[in-house]
């Protein structure tokens, strides 16, 4: 295999959990949902899906798989959950409710892979490695490209299709633009809709966290994900929330983290240089949009 | 000392922090704008504070955390106040930034391995008479100077809030900014600001992080004390001093981790270390419909 081939390859890797929690991150913001927990989502996803791949697979066998993606969007869900009925019940914010889930998490992952889940020599913070036949199969042989990118872009297909073409998408983006219009002229149950779309994007989220263990990682530990669900918020910004442009925008991501990287190996340049450029990128076109909104209401009146 | 003094201790060394972060906070919020960025000026503050003190004076390097603090907040202002973006997306982009911009500043001034690196710490000083108050003169009187000066702040926030014109204007500001500006005052300029006092105050949060407590800087040692401030805010019904009790209670609920490991339980210490987090979701829920938050808070009237 060229080297090249293997940049882009580790690059694409590398968009694939920022294009799904990029999507989980778009669904929640056109829901009208300020969810930033893509995070603590992707990390209990990564916790459900490794647990279940453990105990399960000697008895499910070649499809523990599946079922190890589907606890991940249950786990994500929950952990989500959390937050919405709080936000619905309590109406605590939710920006600052999913921020704490996400360091419970982190803090979470932390006790099991030195608890429970560690692995059975008791030496090393991590889970036993997944077996081969409970991994994600590889897209390009000799690659580690996996499937998970394949999954993401057809998510962002069918969410793209959803905004568009079904009622419950108008329905949410009826919310996100404006509850009260929403309730009063559309007759939309606002608070149920918030409630699901924000269950929705944590078990996006979620499957993500299951995607990265079983296409990746192969196992549980601390820092499994380097922000993935905070770099979510600048992919999803700059594709202007549309799903389509989070496949290009997440690839961008993906592609200035492996370069980071590649430089801090090379150059010992810093590899926050990334996250620095991602949230200046996020300043710019927030600053960027609401100016030229300011125009079009200037020119209006 | 004893277990439960040590608790007490604890408490109000863990609440130092985040009661500045929450006071600035509660002005920021009461004139109509919420600063997600705030962990972001702690980060900040925190970095400033020790590239600062490490000229050698403690004092420098908690004016350098109010430098860093008040320029983070700076950029706030101008995106949010001026600009008009959406202040809930440019705070958490700017703490994103600031997070990512100190790890980066650190690691190339001093190395990915700079974990040696020291900076003269604020020494306790007891403040005579008090010190010897029983049961808790210790916790309150025996601490770093700067937990003193918040000691002076909270009142003197509170004086300023409820009882000048110009706290009136920045609550006015918070309810609705079109009647203040209807009133001839500036509510704009007011809100700048605002903003600039809570990001000094954010700033000198991480500078107690790091000069009084830490000694050292680390990546992200800001560990998500900008959103609990914002939390406390909530929890103290945007009032300083309620703000200022919710942040001793915060405190006193991190310090019960001490309490327990010095009673020598054998639960897993990522069970304390998640504790704050949990209790600041426990808190939010438990005040629910119990606060009222201004009215204006986070949008400009004319914006949907």
């Known amino acids: 295999m060229g080297a090249e081939l293997a940049l882009v390859t580790d690059a694409l890797v590398r968009a694939t959990p920022l294009m799904i929690t990029g999507l989980a991150v778009a669904l929640a913001f056109r829901g009208g949902v300020f969810n930033i927990g893509a995070e603590g989502q992707l990390l209990v996803g990564a916790i459900a899906a490794t647990a279940v791949t453990l105990a399960g697979h000697s008895i499910l066998g070649r499809g523990v798989v599946f079922v190890a993606l589907g606890a991940a969007a249950v786990a994500g869900g929950f952990w989500a959950a959390i937050a919405a009925e709080l936000r619905r019940r309590f109406h605590v914010l939710e920006i600052i409710s999913t921020i704490m889930l996400n360091f419970v998490a982190i803090h979470l992952v932390s006790f099991l892979v030195r608890g429970p889940l560690q692995e059975p020599t008791h030496i090393y913070p991590q889970t036993e490695s997944l077996p081969a036949m409970a991994r994600l199969p590889i897209l390009i042989p000799g690659s580690r490209l996996h499937f998970g990118f394949a999954l993401g872009v057809l998510t962002a297909f069918a969410l793209s299709w959803m905004f568009r073409r079904t009622a419950i998408g108008f329905r949410i983006r009826s919310v996100g633009a404006s509850p009260l219009a929403a309730f009063t002229a559309g007759r939309i149950d606002v608070s149920r809709n918030s409630f699901l779309v924000f269950l929705c994007s944590g078990a996006l989220a979620g499957i993500a966290g299951g995607i990265e263990v079983t296409g990746v990682t192969f196992a549980l530990y601390e820092n499994l994900s380097p922000g993935y669900g905070y770099t979510a918020i600048a992919v999803a910004l700059i594709a202007g929330l549309n799903p389509l442009g989070i496949i290009a925008s997440g690839i961008f991501f993906g592609t200035l983290e492996t370069g980071a990287s590649a430089l801090q190996r090379e150059f010992a340049v810093p590899s926050s240089l990334a996250s620095v450029v991602e949230a200046a990128l996020i300043i710019a076109v927030l600053t960027l949009t609401a100016v030229r909104n300011r125009r079009v209401l200037e020119r209006a009146s | ?304």
């Open chain 2, 1 to 304: 000392m004893s277990a439960f003094e040590a608790f007490l201790e604890g408490a109000v060394r863990t609440a130092t922090p985040l009661a500045f972060a929450a006071l600035g906070e509660t002005v920021v919020e009461r004139c109509g704008v919420i600063n997600i960025g705030l962990e972001g000026a702690i980060i900040a503050g925190a970095f400033g504070g020790f590239v600062a003190a490490g000229s050698g004076s403690i004092w420098l390097g908690m004016i350098g955390s109010a430098v860093a603090g008040i320029l983070v907040a700076a950029a706030f202002a101008i995106i949010t106040i001026r600009v008009r973006a959406d202040q809930i997306i440019t705070g958490t982009a700017i703490s994103l930034f600031c997070l990512g911009l100190t790890a980066m500043l650190y690691q190339q001034l001093y190395g990915a391995t700079g974990a040696a690196l020291s900076i003269p710490t604020m020494a306790t000083t007891e403040v005579p008479v008090l010190v010897s108050i029983p049961f808790f003169g210790k916790a309150l009187f025996a601490q770093p100077s700067i937990t003193y000066v918040l000691y002076l702040i909270v009142p003197m926030v509170w004086w300023w809030m409820y009882h000048t014109h110009a706290g009136l204007a920045v609550r006015a500001t918070g309810e609705d900014p079109r009647a203040v500006i209807a009133a001839g005052i500036p509510a704009r300029r007011i809100q700048v600001w605002c903003v600039l006092f809570g990001g000094a105050m954010g700033g000198i949060a991480g500078g107690v992080l790091v000069i009084a407590q830490a000694g050292s800087f680390a990546e992200g040692m800001s560990a998500g004390r900008g959103f609990i401030a914002i939390a406390i805010v909530v929890l103290g019904r945007w009032h300083p001093l309620g703000v200022a009790a919710a942040a001793l209670i915060f405190g006193a609920a991190s310090a019960l981790q001490y309490f327990f490991q010095a009673l020598g339980w054998p639960v897993p210490y990522q069970l304390f270390l998640a504790l704050p987090y949990v209790l600041t979701l426990c808190g939010l829920a438990g005040i629910a419909g119990k606060a009222v938050a201004p009215a204006s808070l986070g949008r400009w009237p004319d914006q949907t």
